[in-house]
């Protein structure tokens, strides 16, 4: 959502008495390739542009195909493959090794359904999103067409096909939580349409108020995350009124909305703060509590919470994890926001966190 962010942020500040743009979108990922399907960039006609299709070896091919998108008016979509050895082939020598198409739309700033307008209408929401785009080559009066689930019959009824189709191969999207392809019966034959699985930001609740709260909130950042911090604004450096979207006292924790994108982290370093504040998240069954410090504290914890009535077992609830984050020798504050922040990720995407030098097969799970 950070890209998607960004290219909105872009968007708005173009000057369209001067400039036209055009959006790159990856569709379709076989083998190896270092951005997934969703990855975009969009391409001003002055030559700027924001986001990336790749590691940097197909970024310069597409400026030329999003200013040819933006000449002719209609979109394109490009196949790059790098599986064969063909020193001819953009990306070759680069490392890919792998084969993507991307999608290159003209942006129209007068259309506010076009596809940045459309990111813009959904990427503030607290749940997962459903984008709908088409990807039939041969038939330009199609191709680059796109929706949102909100209007997915009226989308269907467009491409006359399936309505209760489109509904099911959405829900296996939902499932899956990952984007892919699909092909739909219709009267003038197939209809290729990407279904795009778009999670939300993650929410980040720090808790605490020393200077280890600094380094996780940069990386937070850095990463897109949506910041929360609960702990005592005069001890809390500048620098995070800038960073986070809100800043609370310990005594209103309560007041946090969870969903199941979001992780708490409790880093007070205050045993009465971090306990208070532990009851009230542990109430609403949160998706992940990492805790800063050793097991003893926990398991401290668990034995004055069973006291009071609480359950809480620090062995069996598969979202906490205390100690938090990797295994990686970290010591620094900066090393354990960088441990701590790779363990959520891993585990909103259900990976182990191991090297993947021991992972078997594939990088990324097929699309």
């Not at 990427?123 to 209007?151: C, M, T, W």
């Not at 450096?237 to 006292?249: D, G, R, V, Y």
């Given at each position: 959502m950070k890209e998607i962010r960004n290219i909105i942020a872009t968007y708005d500040q173009i000057d369209w008495s001067k400039e036209q743009a055009a959006l790159a979108t990856v569709v379709s990922v076989e083998e190896s390739a270092y951005r997934r399907i969703g990855a975009r960039m969009l391409v001003r006609s002055s030559g700027i542009w924001i986001g990336g299709i790749s590691g940097g070896c197909l970024e310069g091919d597409a400026l030329k195909r999003a200013r040819i998108a933006i000449l002719n008016k209609k979109p394109s979509i490009v196949v790059y493959d790098t599986m064969e050895d063909d020193a001819h082939q953009i990306g070759?020598?680069?490392?890919?090794?792998?084969?993507?198409?991307?999608?290159?739309?003209?942006?129209?700033?007068?259309?506010?359904?076009?596809?940045?307008?459309?990111?813009?209408?959904?990427?503030?929401?607290?749940?997962?999103?459903?984008?709908?785009?088409?990807?039939?080559?041969?038939?330009?009066?199609?191709?680059?067409?796109?929706?949102?689930?909100?209007?997915?019959?009226?989308?269907?009824?467009?491409?006359?096909i399936s309505s209760a189709e489109l509904q099911e191969k959405t829900q296996v999207v939902y499932q899956r939580k990952k984007s892919k392809v699909f092909q739909f019966d219709a009267p003038n034959g197939k209809i290729e349409l990407l279904i795009e699985f778009l999670r939300p930001e993650l929410k980040l609740i720090m808790v605490g108020d020393n200077y280890d709260v600094n380094a996780f909130a940069g990386i937070a950042h850095e990463l897109g995350w949506e910041i929360h911090v609960v702990g005592l604004q005069?001890?809390?450096?500048?620098?995070?009124?800038?960073?986070?979207?809100?800043?609370?006292?310990?005594?209103?924790?309560d007041t946090i909305?969870?969903?199941?994108?979001?992780?708490?982290?409790?880093?007070?370093?205050?045993?009465?703060?971090?306990?208070?504040?532990?009851?009230?998240?542990?109430?609403?069954?949160?998706?992940?509590?990492?805790?800063?410090?050793?097991?003893?504290?926990?398991?401290?914890?668990?034995?004055?919470?069973?006291?009071?009535?609480?359950?809480?077992?620090?062995?069996?609830?598969?979202?906490?994890?205390?100690?938090?984050?990797?295994?990686?020798?970290?010591?620094?504050?900066?090393?354990?926001?960088?441990?701590?922040?790779?363990?959520?990720?891993?585990?909103?995407?259900?990976?182990?966190?191991?090297?993947?030098?021991?992972?078997?097969?594939?990088?990324?799970?097929?699309?």
């Open positions: 070759v020598g680069l490392g890919c090794n792998g084969r993507i198409e991307v999608l290159f739309t003209p942006i129209d700033p007068e259309d506010k359904t076009n596809p940045v307008e459309q990111l813009r209408a959904i990427h503030e929401n607290r749940k997962p999103s459903i984008f709908y785009q088409v990807l039939n080559k041969e038939d330009e009066s199609i191709l680059g067409l796109f929706g949102k689930e909100a209007n997915a019959n009226d989308f269907a009824t467009q491409l006359h005069r001890k809390l450096n500048k620098s995070i009124f800038k960073l986070a979207k809100q800043i609370l006292h310990y005594d209103q924790a909305d969870l969903d199941e994108y979001t992780a708490i982290v409790l880093m007070s370093h205050d045993y009465k703060w971090d306990m208070q504040v532990l009851k009230v998240f542990l109430a609403q069954n949160p998706p992940y509590i990492g805790m800063l410090g050793p097991k003893k504290r926990t398991l401290k914890m668990q034995n004055e919470l069973e006291e009071a009535g609480i359950a809480f077992d620090v062995d069996n609830l598969s979202f906490l994890y205390s100690p938090i984050g990797l295994n990686i020798g970290a010591e620094s504050p900066e090393e354990i926001a960088l441990s701590a922040a790779a363990e959520i990720i891993a585990h909103f995407r259900n990976r182990d966190g191991q090297f993947l030098r021991l992972r078997e097969g594939t990088i990324h799970e097929r699309e």
